[in-house]
């Protein structure tokens, strides 16, 4: 296996000769940082060394990396557009994009460097220096992606475009696209380097048509992390994830061991939000802004009490609030959703939000939760949806198959 390193190795002596000078200016060489003088060479290294640096997760088995893996801290999230309908190519792309995939998945490049240094070299080479950082690429199609390519009737019967939701305000050039890619890493070049490879090497056969990078905060890894309104955002995927069969994965057909990805570009009006006093704030939720729990409770993961009183008879989880509304449905869904913040808007308020991405077996789910929130849900005065597509995430791949083989063969 080809080593990102071996480039700078190969062409030359100029860029070989470049590198210390380089990394004496970068404020994370361990020879330039005062607050770890004591620690002898070797600690030095490791003090220094990012912990998820060489943390991989395995691109082949039964579903695909990105849906159950544990969230990562940052992702890049792709739409594109066919533009080519010819079955064969795509299939081949595809095929490619699983060669890449497992390499880019296991921190490599996904090609050798060509030894010619007059040509563009073969990968752009942003991550060269960089370990996998937990990469995960998750790949799926729209029912536009089957019509262009003539496959409609591998269309399960549930696979059709999202239907309008009260109160959208989807803007068309961030909504539809034929093809998505979500890579999510622990860092945010890693992440943004793998789509762009992906995309570099299918130009010819795609267009991008939107794309949203996004960050979750958390220091430990088993917590919850908090969205841009200060609330854990994701309590209640623990119930999904105890029944996968029931709410994540497709059982049968072209998508089997697949699930339906549905992405919302939602954006947060943080100024109106931070106006709001905490006892607003909470009942928006149903839930304690601290801890995560339903209100009324301590304990974060304490099921959703949806039929507690206070004292004066009142419901403590609204009938009006986010959470409880879901809850109320009776459906689950898996949500891996990230913040964004990216500038100030024409109104000189944050662009920020949330890139939310949810996983189900059936788009039924988020529909009858989407429509469950309508004008009721108190969170509706504080957001807008701005951006929208469903997609039909493949299966896993064993090794010696392909992305999409259930839906090309
Ligand atoms: C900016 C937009 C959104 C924000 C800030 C947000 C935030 C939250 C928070 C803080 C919770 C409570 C803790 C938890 O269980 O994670 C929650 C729960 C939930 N949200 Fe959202 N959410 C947003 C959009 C959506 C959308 C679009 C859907 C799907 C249609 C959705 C579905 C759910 C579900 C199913 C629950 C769990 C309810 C339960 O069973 O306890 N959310 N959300």
């Known amino acids: 296996m080809h080593n990102r390193r071996q480039f700078l190795k190969n062409v030359g002596l100029m860029s070989v000769a470049s590198v210390p000078l380089l990394s004496a200016c970068t404020p994370n060489n361990p020879s330039q940082t005062s607050n770890n003088a004591t620690l002898d060479k070797d600690n030095k290294s490791k003090a220094n060394k990012n912990p998820f640096a060489d943390l991989k997760y395995d691109f082949y088995g039964t579903h695909q990396s990105g849906i159950t893996t544990p969230a990562q801290r940052h992702t890049y999230f792709l739409v594109a557009e066919l533009h080519s309908t010819d079955v064969n190519e795509i299939q081949q792309m595809f095929k490619d994009w699983t060669a890449y995939s497992a390499k880019l998945m296991a921190g490599k490049n996904i090609k050798p460097y060509d030894q010619n240094p007059h040509l ?105 992390p908090r969205n841009l309104f200060a609330f854990k955002d994701g309590t209640a995927n623990k119930e999904t994830l105890e029944n996968t069969d029931k709410w994540l994965w497709i059982g049968e057909g072209a998508f089997k061991n697949g699930s339906y990805l549905v992405v919302r570009l939602i954006q947060m009006h943080l100024e109106t939000w931070d106006r709001t006093s905490l006892v607003g704030q909470e009942d928006t939720f149903g839930r304690h802004r601290e801890s995560g729990a339903s209100i009324g409770k301590t304990d974060e993961f304490a099921p959703l009490d949806i039929h507690a009183k206070d004292d004066k008879g009142k419901l403590m989880v609204g009938e009006a609030s986010h959470a409880g509304i879901a809850k109320r449905t009776g459906l689950q869904i898996l949500r891996r959703s990230y913040s964004y913040s990216s500038g100030i808007d024409d109104k000189g308020q944050f662009n920020a939000g949330l890139l939310f991405v949810s996983f189900q077996k059936n788009p039924m789910q988020f529909s009858v939760i989407q429509n469950a929130f309508g004008n009721n849900d108190k969170m509706t005065e504080y957001t807008t949806h701005i951006g929208s597509g469903l997609f039909a995430c493949f299966g896993g791949v064993e090794k010696g198959g392909y992305l999409g083989q259930g839906l090309f063969e």
């Open 120 to 224: 563009p070299p073969s990968d752009t080479g942003e991550a060269d220096s960089l370990g996998a950082y937990g990469l995960t690429l998750t790949f799926g199609i729209s029912p536009s992606f089957l019509k262009k390519l003539n496959l409609e009737h591998k269309a399960p019967p549930e696979f059709s475009n999202l239907p309008n939701f009260p109160r959208d305000q989807l803007k068309p050039h961030l909504t539809g696209g034929d093809i998505c890619i979500s890579a999510c890493s622990e860092d945010p070049q890693v992440a943004f380097h793998a789509v762009r490879q992906l995309v570099r090497q299918a130009r010819s056969l795609i267009t991008m048509k939107w794309s949203q990078s996004g960050y979750n905060a958390f220091d430990d890894g088993a917590d919850t």
